[in-house]
């Protein structure tokens, strides 16, 4: 993950959205490498994380570099749900949910992308397939459908979060990015909370 100025924008064959919190970069991915992840940008971030890391002989800090590609793979679907929410949601509990998800996932973004421009981190431009595919479904829903499903989907989704992030904190070898995770758990456990309790207002 040591010392590149720049970080590479993976955009994934065949992905369908444009990201929120895409890039500039010096360079981009080989196009061969791309053409071989025709299903996952995340995946492709990943693999060109690795042959980064064995080129510098970095490998140790191979599964920072696999937290910050779903750290940030994670944080576009927060904005782009949350941004579907304020437009498709009815609760009011909802509706402000879903602006702090886009407030302070756009904020955490920017600072991990930040961390990644300092290193040979490459973070995906676009959602990988499963998400994107999650987005859509969601995207489908009628307004009285929506708010149940996306608070669902939110309680969940943050559980795993915090799970993914506080090991990353307890367990992480690059210090930039332990520092990131360790910092964002509160964070997380505060959206936990709202999300349950959004979840419990749209219940009665």
Same mark, same amino acid.
């Given at each position: 993950?040591k010392?590149i100025?720049?970080?590479?924008?993976?955009?994934?064959?065949?992905? /369908?959205l !444009?990201s929120c919190?895409?890039?500039g970069s010096?360079?981009t !991915?080989d196009?061969d490498?791309?053409a071989?992840?025709n299903?996952?940008?995340?995946?492709? !971030?990943?693999?060109?994380?690795?042959?980064a890391l064995?080129?510098q002989d970095s490998t140790e800090v191979?599964?920072?570099t696999?937290?910050?590609v779903?750290a /940030?793979?994670?944080?576009?679907m927060e904005?782009q749900l949350?941004?579907?929410?304020?437009s498709k949601g009815s609760?009011?509990?909802?509706?402000e949910?879903?602006?702090m998800?886009?407030?302070?996932?756009?904020k955490?973004?920017?600072?991990?992308?930040g961390?990644?421009?300092?290193?040979?981190i490459?973070?995906? /431009?676009?959602?990988d397939?499963?998400?994107?595919k999650?987005?859509?479904?969601?995207?489908?829903?009628n307004?009285a459908?929506?708010?149940k499903a996306?608070?669902?989907?939110m309680?969940k989704d943050?559980?795993?979060?915090?799970?993914e992030?506080q090991?990353? /904190?307890?367990?992480?070898?690059?210090?930039?990015?332990k520092a990131?995770?360790a910092?964002?758990?509160p964070?997380?456990?505060h959206h936990?909370?709202?999300?349950q309790?959004?979840?419990?207002?749209?219940k009665?």
């Amino acid at each position: 993950m040591k010392y590149i100025s720049k970080f590479l924008s993976v955009i994934a064959m065949g992905a /369908a959205l !444009a990201s929120c919190s895409g890039n500039g970069s010096k360079g981009t !991915a080989d196009t061969d490498s791309a053409a071989m992840y025709n299903s996952s940008s995340t995946d492709a !971030a990943i693999d060109s994380n690795e042959k980064a890391l064995k080129a510098q002989d970095s490998t140790e800090v191979l599964d920072d570099t696999k937290f910050a590609v779903m750290a /940030a793979n994670g944080g576009m679907m927060e904005v782009q749900l949350g941004k579907l929410a304020l437009s498709k949601g009815s609760s009011p509990k909802v509706l402000e949910f879903a602006k702090m998800m886009v407030d302070d996932h756009s904020k955490a973004n920017k600072e991990l992308m930040g961390i990644a421009g300092t290193k040979t981190i490459t973070l995906p /431009a676009i959602l990988d397939n499963k998400t994107q595919k999650d987005y859509d479904d969601m995207a489908k829903l009628n307004k009285a459908e929506f708010d149940k499903a996306y608070t669902d989907y939110m309680v969940k989704d943050h559980k795993e979060d915090i799970e993914e992030f506080q090991k990353e /904190a307890d367990k992480g070898k690059d210090a930039e990015l332990k520092a990131f995770a360790a910092k964002t758990v509160p964070v997380l456990k505060h959206h936990l909370e709202m999300a349950q309790q959004a979840n419990d207002a749209v219940k009665k």
